[in-house]
């Protein structure tokens, strides 16, 4: 696709339950970034894939929280068992390389909703 | 610890304004980046500054990279509404790190 793509765009779920986030990246871009975001605040790194690599998890806040790549395409972000505080935008970026001064290009991100 | 500090962290001024916002560390980065991002969307990016020094301008927006590579500032001249969102800054590291700044929510009043 021209751009890249997150699914769902808004998600409402109940403390407890699981739910799953969708990054499909810029088509070519090796590298794909997982963040976090609370209202109208920075960017909290969560993870990191570069193309066949061991992907950099450590900005994950808890084993509740897991991602895969598949392919070296798409992406899919779980939390399991949310919680109230999981509530936030999660936003997904692909580069070109995964070198630090790769401009990073972003999706609109998923508005997580935990009541 | 937050390694890139913005400030302000709002800011709210009348169309035709000028303002400036900083982005401060005490660590060297290798490249800096400025983003901006409006309401429902993902950020988006500016400009990439690698020099210590450097200045680069983009229309009514003015970026600068300190001597030490340590900090940067953007200068908007004539602040229009469309300008309005949050900027934010973000540092890579020789050793392959990124950081993103703390943020500066802009509000351009028409």
């Known amino acids: 696709g021209a751009g890249v793509s997150q699914s769902p765009s808004n998600k409402v779920t109940e403390k407890g339950k699981d739910v799953e986030l969708r990054c499909d990246p810029i088509?070519?871009?090796?590298?794909l970034y997982w963040y976090r975001q609370s209202l109208g605040q920075g960017l909290e790194f969560l993870i990191y894939f570069q193309g066949n690599s061991a992907p950099d998890k450590s900005g994950l806040p808890s084993d509740r929280f897991s991602a895969e790549r598949t392919g070296g395409s798409v992406s899919t972000l779980t939390i399991q068992r949310t919680q109230q505080e999981d509530s936030a935008v999660y936003l997904c970026a692909s580069s070109q390389l995964g070198s630090s001064g790769r401009a990073r290009y972003f999706g609109a991100g998923t508005r997580l909703s935990v009541l | 610890t937050q390694l890139l500090e913005q400030s302000p962290q709002f800011l709210s001024i009348q169309e035709g304004e000028n303002l400036t916002v900083y982005c401060n560390s005490s660590s060297v980065f290798s490249s800096l980046q400025w983003y901006r991002q409006e309401p429902g969307e993902g950020p988006v990016l500016l400009v990439t500054v690698v020099t210590g020094g450097e200045v680069k301008k983009l229309k009514r927006l003015t970026f600068q990279f300190g001597d030490a590579r340590k900090d940067s500032s953007l200068h908007i001249t004539a602040a229009q509404p469309g300008d309005t969102g949050l900027y934010l800054c973000a540092g890579g590291t020789t050793g392959n790190q990124f950081y993103f700044g703390t943020g500066t929510s802009l509000t351009v009043i028409p």
């Open positions: 088509s070519g871009h090796t590298a």
